[in-house]
Nanobody
């Protein structure tokens, strides 16, 4: 049974930081491209950042220079360090694991940026 379990969301003030974590089980983690996506109210789900098994990263333009994705293949975890948070970063953040036709999602964690 595949599980992706996110943690670390919450309420933070503009300019603050949060670190999201995703623990994966039931997959051969090291071969999966892992990623973070987000969905704000009334908007479509969008890519935030991805990282391949070898560590190649890709970021949405809106988060470049502020967010950092990382993974630990020994612990089957992927993290998203979010700095300089803005109100427009408010969304439900989802962990994703993708390999060929296998596409798995976590349940999501809420991030709210507000003063």
């Amino acid at each position: 049974q595949v599980q992706l379990v996110e943690s670390g969301g919450g309420l933070v003030q503009p300019g603050g930081s949060l670190r999201l974590s995703c623990a994966a089980s039931g997959i051969m983690f090291s071969i999966y491209r892992m990623g973070w996506f987000r969905q704000a109210p009334g908007k479509q789900r969008e890519l935030v950042a991805t990282i391949t098994g070898r560590g190649t990263t890709n970021y949405a333009d809106s988060v470049k220079g502020r967010f950092t994705i990382s993974r630990d293949n020994a612990k089957n975890t992927v993290n998203l360090q979010m700095n300089s948070l803005k109100a427009e970063d408010t969304a439900v953040y989802y962990c994703n694991g993708y390999f060929r036709s296998n596409d798995y999602w976590g349940q999501g964690t809420q991030v709210t940026v507000s003063s």
